[in-house]
């Protein structure tokens, strides 16, 4: 049937031929409408906008009078509920990696600060995704927040972009299957989740003037393909667009990326929300936007509050229809009942003890052995001398910044002013969780005698490597929101001190903490490289366990690690260094090509490619049988042959196709495995990703012909491969 219903009529007799969940949406629309119906304007009007929380010292000014003074917890939004019909304040928080308080509450104590988003991508774990989402929603409910704005889902499009540590990937598929299982997480506890930031929000530079140049179908066939798969499996409260324009128009007022694919092509039903800051006109309201969020940002920004005034005021004049108002409450109004958001009992029991051990497993699932010529793991019962040097590694481990950074419980251990130019210079700290590595280390390693080293100037850390038996150096970079990096190194001349360490002392070990790819001049100078992202609250331990062994490293690469910035696609960034403020267009002309499938098409060789990572172990992948028709099938056999327990991430790759070569990751399964033991696996490829999209038809085609397959541990280090036949079909939308 039809998924989109607009009239009360329809719904009505629609009902009759449903599924249970699709009696629950309908139900959710029913009561969306008839609520609608009874409200006056004023209170129509007082739920498209969202209020933001009071932060000291911060450019919004004092407290917002709209907010009411016995509110208790303030965060990025508040929208006042409507008491006589059932309808709650709407109250949203930051994001993907735990509750965030960047000043909004003096008094609370902290949250759990779970592993950033490259590390769980790095993960290739669901489920992993799901719990967090579950632990998330939690802390988020036992404050009030019935909306929590995670579900970051960008791709990884530039290894400079500053906020790649809070998305999951450069690829879509497995960017939208672990996206989903956090929304799918974060609602089954009664708190919406949005998806952000709708689309193409890739790189940070001017980002309030960024035009991103796409060819429409190669969108549809990545940044937009993560959207409509993970609104597939777990239907999302709300969708909030990005600051960018694409394609000449702002991403919230994108009459076709809104109304035409997000409410038309895929039927979404939820509602649309502004970044905050990323309403300039009313007129968003008509192309697709259904409310304007942290409105006081707007009026910093573009010196109004769009949806406050100028929208009433075009509905007095009637340029603004009453049926698109409707339209606008009733989908916020539809969320709130379909998640259950005004159906909440007694607040959940949080077991933070809990949630710390999902942070733990994440950090320790997403940590990736990217090189090791046999130094790792470091043997336990030895009286080893260890120099731990650099990285604040005796305060802790490293966050990223801005608004997805998360305080934790009792605080940091450490914050450290960077600074920086534009208005989000004074927020770049390098913000520090406890426990250290150093301390970690020293517990996981009590017959070593180790020595820390800030790694100061390079002559300082050489005297320490130099009378050590081994050297765990800590490599570290703060990235976040506001920022693109300017090039792929390591700052304060950390590439120099690992130089210098390596030279004194070949026994190196680098461990990096970092949101991307970074270029690593000494790569074969040192033992071993381990990266480690920004592991959150408990990656001092996770660090530790990886490094002495007691578990088995099972990351992969979520991105490709180039070799320098002249084999990405960009290797000058459009508007770098400019002043903010300055129009920037930027042109992804690799289209679908992102990543791994880029450097297939250029033939590349990367530094680490996309799926990479290694273990402790040996994994070996056998019986591979792939069937065609209408998509690919695979099965395949995973094998631990090695001496330890560990996981493997066995790849499906399409490698060529008969309408054009292209590389695509069909499929994945984290499997564990005992020494000696077996899996079968069956992967069956979503067919999108097999077809090209066509914007004349609407709809994906696959050709007829011969695709090439492989199964891999990496995108560049296939195992098996295969030949299957497809035929040809148009499908979907
Ligand atoms: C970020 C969003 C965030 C919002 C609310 C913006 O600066 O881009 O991701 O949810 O702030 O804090």
Known sequence: MERYVDTDTEVLEETEELTEMEAASLSAEARAIEIEHQMTDDERFSLIISIMGYVPGSITGGRDPRIPEDLKNMSAG???????????????????????????????????????????????????????????????????????LAGGCNLMRDPRNGRNFEYFSEDPYHTAVLVAEQVNGIQSQGVISTLKHYSLNCNETNRHWLDAIIDPNAHRESDLLVFQIAIERSQPGSIMTGYNKINGEYAGGNHHLLNEVLKGAWGYKGWVMSDWGATPDWTFALKGLDQESGVQADKVLWGKEPFVNDLRNAYAEGKFPRERLSDMVRRILRSLFAVGVDQWGPAP???????????????????????????????????????????????????????????????????????????????????????????????????????????????????????????????????????????????????????????????????????????????????????????????????????????????????????????????????????????????????????????????????????????YTDFEHSSLRVTGGETVTATFTVTNTGEREGADVPQLYLTDAPDGMRMRLLGFERVALKPGESRNVTLTADPRLLARFDGDTGQWHIADGTYKIALGKSAQDFTETAEVTLSQRSFGH
């Open 78 to 148: 508040y929208t006042p509920g409507i008491p006589r019909l059932g309808i709650p304040a709407i109250q949203s928080s930051d994001a993907s990696m735990g509750v965030t308080n960047p000043g909004y509450r003096p008094d609370d104590k902290g949250a759990t600060a779970f592993p950033s988003l490259i590390a769980l991508g790095s993960s290739f774990n669901p489920r992993l995704a799901r719990e967090g989402g579950e632990a998330i929603a939690k802390e988020a409910r036992i404050r009030g927040f019935n909306v929590q």
């Open 349 to 615: 029991d949080v077991d933070m003890e809990r949630h710390n051990e999902i942070a733990l497993e994440g950090a320790r699932q997403g940590i990736v052995l990217l090189k090791n010529d046999g130094a790792l793991p470091l043997a336990t019962d030895k009286p080893l001398k260890i120099a731990v040097i650099g990285g604040y590694a005796q305060q802790g481990v490293i966050s990223g910044i801005g608004s997805g950074a998360v305080t934790p419980v009792g605080g940091f251990a450490g914050v450290v002013k960077i600074g920086g130019a534009g208005v989000m210079g004074k927020h770049r700290n390098l913000f520090l969780f406890a426990p250290s590595p150093l301390e970690e280390l020293q517990k996981a390693l009590p017959a070593a005698q180790i020595d820390f080293d800030p790694g100061y100037t390079p002559a300082e850390a050489a005297l320490t490597a130099k009378r050590s038996d081994l050297v765990i150096f800590f490599g570290i970079r703060v990235e976040g929101e506001g920022f693109d990096s300017a090039d792929l190194s390591l700052p304060w001349g950390q590439d120099g001190v690992i130089d210098a360490v390596a030279a004194a002392n070949p026994n190196t070990i680098v461990v990096l903490e970092t949101g991307n790819p970074v270029s690593m001049p000494w790569r074969d100078k040192v033992r071993a490289i381990v990266q480690a992202w920004y592991p959150g609250q408990a990656g001092g331990m996770a660090i530790a366990e990886v490094l002495t062994g007691r578990v088995n490293p099972s990351g992969r690469l979520p991105i490709t690690f180039p070799v320098d910035l002249s084999q990405t696609p960009r290797p000058e960034l459009p508007g770098l260094g400019t002043p903010w403020g300055t129009p920037t267009t930027i042109r992804y002309d690799e289209g679908a090509e992102v990543g791994y499938r880029w450097f297939a098409q250029k033939n590349y060789t990367p530094l680490y490619s996309f799926g990479h990572g290694l273990s």
